[in-house]
């Protein structure tokens, strides 16, 4: 499905602010699989969904989807096969706009824009039956300005645009880090929906090692812009958030023994 | 799909009574205006005037506010149109094919600040003061290297119709009228070119390509997301702006009889006010709303400006002075007002 092949991202080459954000990358991503990105602040986790979308491009190494090389593709035509949830509610939905012409903008996804019709008729049913499944009402709302709805209803509805038109890859970047409780579980919960529903391949980051633990096949752990620890299969299976957190700090304070020292 | 009609019936019919509460507003500021007119002896010269530049507060509304893109381009693009449809007009082509071929020269105008944006990747702002610095020459080129055109006994869209429309109005209402005359025709052919136009630009924003350029202006990085090139986005939406000034220039060409160089002087600032005078009136939601309230905000624009002037009596010598100072009132006025009402707030508790 999706591979990365050494791929590296520097910023401010050259200079005293230089960052290595990703360092000879390599990922495999199989069909269907869900992975959830873990890592802390600054480990590259953005900057590896930056250079997966087009957003960013790699100084070195190779990215392919579904056999293509997509290297060098520019965002947008990339986003025909790839979905995106970010972090901010605000970023994946239009506010000023309607609920049906949100989700017409991307029922056009993976074709181009012409002289139809924004909103069609035809689309209506199919657009009620997506928004039902959410169970949040907003099926009956479809008339309403995104700008008025809370943040957890605009991530659902996110959701729900970026898997519209079946893509092949759904990123979601902490996309319930900005919710409630409340909110965040049932966008969770509608996560594993959609994800389960189409044989989607699905890369998730996060920074709750429940969310890490509860959904997908496999947890990567990203420091420095590599993989440190990859964890899969039947460990996988009976991993648990405190287990996680342990890995996560001895990992820690590895490196604040490392600064110690350097210091004294 | 019976669940979505019953569904859509709630929201439809609360649109319908925003519709309505929008006409109602239409409506009593018509009545408004037409009794300071009235009381201010304003001619009706005014709402011509309003009506030639109306397009042009279109302009900035699809600019500013649809593409949220900060484009001065209307002050070259309006001169652009208004010298190509001039010499057109001059080497005897019809006043129609003079207006399209505006449109077109317009469009190349916003194609120029586009690509300034996307290539260079300089801010509009910056983009749009370079195009309008080029379109000063292109404007002098295009009009044989002369800064003027007179349209005096050429074929306009006014005075094509003019004499026939005269003697009409006078066999009908008598010879009072025949000050008159010109006037009303200004008022009803361009009142009709607005509103053709109008209707087309609604249908296009309500085009998948209109949606994709709306939500450009709103979240550009979403438009990305789902896969559209708001680069083109951008571009087309430039374009169709920047011809609409054009149009607007072809029009107060033939109104006023003459092509200038300097025709866009201060257009931007203008249309600005308009936007914005439409949107305090008549506070629209929907986009067909926001059209009319922009050509609503030009006609207020310019009515207003006549009304000082008649009651001030002032010389034409002044009329920047004036325009700036509507300009200021209606920039200014809706932010005092918020200020007014917070300071009141805090005091009265």
């Known amino acids: ?264 | 799909m019976t669940a979505t009609a019953s569904s859509g019936d709630q929201p439809r019919a609360r649109s319908a009574s925003a519709g309505l509460q929008f006409a109602l507003r239409l409506i009593a500021l018509a009545a408004v205006v037409a009794f300071f007119m009235s009381v201010g002896n304003v001619n009706i010269g005014a709402i011509g005037q309003g009506l030639g530049y109306a397009l042009a507060g279109v302009t900035v509304f699809l600019t500013f506010r649809v593409l949220n893109f900060v484009d001065l381009t209307v002050d070259g693009a309006f001169p652009i149109g208004g010298a190509t449809c001039a010499i057109l007009i001059v080497n005897g082509h019809s006043p129609e094919f003079a207006i399209i071929a505006a449109f077109v020269a317009g469009a190349l105008t916003g194609l120029a600040t586009a690509l300034i944006d996307i290539i260079f990747k300089i801010e509009g702002l910056l983009a749009s003061i370079i195009v309008i610095t080029a379109a000063y020459t292109v404007t002098l080129h295009i009009m044989g290297g002369k800064s003027n055109i007179p349209l005096l006994g050429e074929e306009t869209l006014i005075s094509r119709h003019s004499k026939n429309f005269r003697n009409w109005l006078v066999e009908q209402f008598g010879d009072q009228m025949r000050r008159q005359s010109t006037n009303l025709l200004e008022i009803m052919i361009f009142g009709a070119i607005v509103i053709i136009v109008l209707l087309i630009l609604y249908w296009f924003l309500r085009t998948e390509i209109g949606l994709a350029i709306r939500a450009t202006g709103k979240n550009e990085q979403m438009v990305r997301a789902t896969g559209l090139n708001h680069y083109l986005m951008i571009a087309v939406g430039l374009m169709t702006a920047n011809g609409l000034a054009a149009i607007a220039g072809s029009m107060v060409v033939q109104q006023f009889g003459f092509a200038d160089v300097s025709l866009g002087f201060g257009l931007i600032i203008r249309g600005l006010a308009a936007v914005i005078i439409g949107e305090v009136l008549l506070r629209p939601r929907s986009v067909g709303q926001l059209l009319v309230a922009a050509v609503v905000g030009m006609l207020v624009f310019d009515i207003s400006r006549a009304w000082i002037f008649s009651a001030l009596d002032l010389p034409t010598t002044d009329i920047q002075f004036v325009s700036a100072l509507v300009v200021l009132a209606a920039l200014g006025a809706p932010r005092l007002y918020d200020r007014w009402k917070s300071y009141r707030q805090r005091h009265s508790s």
């Open chain 1, 1 to 264: 499905m999706l591979s990365l092949e050494h791929v590296s991202v520097t910023f401010n080459e050259g200079t005293p602010n230089e960052v290595r954000a990703l360092q000879d990358f390599s990922l495999f991503v199989g069909d269907g699989e869900f992975i959830t990105v873990i890592g802390s602040n600054g480990a590259g986790k953005s900057t590896l969904f930056n250079v997966i979308s087009g957003a960013v491009q790699p100084h070195s190494g190779r990215i392919e989807l579904d056999g293509r090389d997509i290297t060098y593709r520019p965002e947008y035509l990339r986003s025909h096969d790839i979905g995106r949830v970010f972090q901010d509610p605000r970023l994946g939905t239009c506010p000023g706009l309607t609920i049906r012409e949100n989700l017409s903008l991307a029922a056009i996804h993976g074709r181009s824009a012409g002289f139809r019709r924004d909103v069609k008729a035809a689309h209506e049913s199919w657009f009620f039956e997506q928004l039902e499944q959410q169970h949040l009402g907003l099926e009956h709302r479809l008339d309403a300005d995104v700008a008025l709805l809370s943040g957890g209803q605009r991530q659902a509805i996110t959701l729900v645009m970026a898997t519209l038109t079946k893509p092949k890859l759904l990123l979601l970047d902490e996309h319930t880090a900005a919710l409630d409780p409340n909110a965040a579980e049932q966008v969770i919960a509608l996560t594993e929906q959609l994800a389960s529903a189409d044989d989607l391949s699905v890369v998730m980051i996060t920074h709750s090692m429940q969310q890490a633990c509860q959904l997908g096949d496999r947890v990567i752990m990203m420091n420095q812009g590599r993989i440190v620890f990859e964890i899969a299969g039947e460990e996988r299976r009976n991993l648990t958030p405190a287990d996680l957190i342990e890995r996560f700090h001895s990992l820690d304070s590895g490196a604040e023994l490392s600064d110690r020292q350097l210091l004294g």
